[in-house]
């Protein structure tokens, strides 16, 4: 079993290099606490894609895995962009709402 991704950013070799390399970067320590609202995947891509992957009853783990690869593989460009471009007004609600949820 591999280190769940979100661990690898935050190791030091890692955070020192993005530091040193990534224009206004975020350190660990200036990351929003874990919150659904704040996550792109929780707050809609996933809706999106369990709507069409699930739309009908799949008679097997492979099928439901083909109709879930369809759908992100189709998903239109222009919800991605609209989802991205609400991240910055999600994330003033939560600093308003003082780190509480905001849906």
């Known amino acids: 079993m591999g280190v769940p991704t979100r661990f690898c950013h935050k190791a030091k070799a890692t955070q020192r290099w993005l530091r040193e390399n990534v224009p206004n970067f975020i350190t660990v320590a200036e990351w929003p ?16 894609i369990e709507s ?25 460009d222009e919800m991605v962009k609209r989802v991205v471009d609400s991240w910055p007004r999600r994330l003033q609600a ?10």
């Open 94 to 103: 939560c600093v308003d709402a003082q780190g509480g949820y905001i849906e």
């Open 33 to 48: 606490p874990y919150s659904p609202d704040l996550n792109p995947l929780d707050y809609s891509i996933w809706g999106y």
């Open 52 to 76: 069409i992957a699930c739309a009908k009853p799949h008679e097997s783990v492979k099928s439901l895995k083909r109709a879930i690869k369809k759908a992100w593989d189709e998903m239109p």
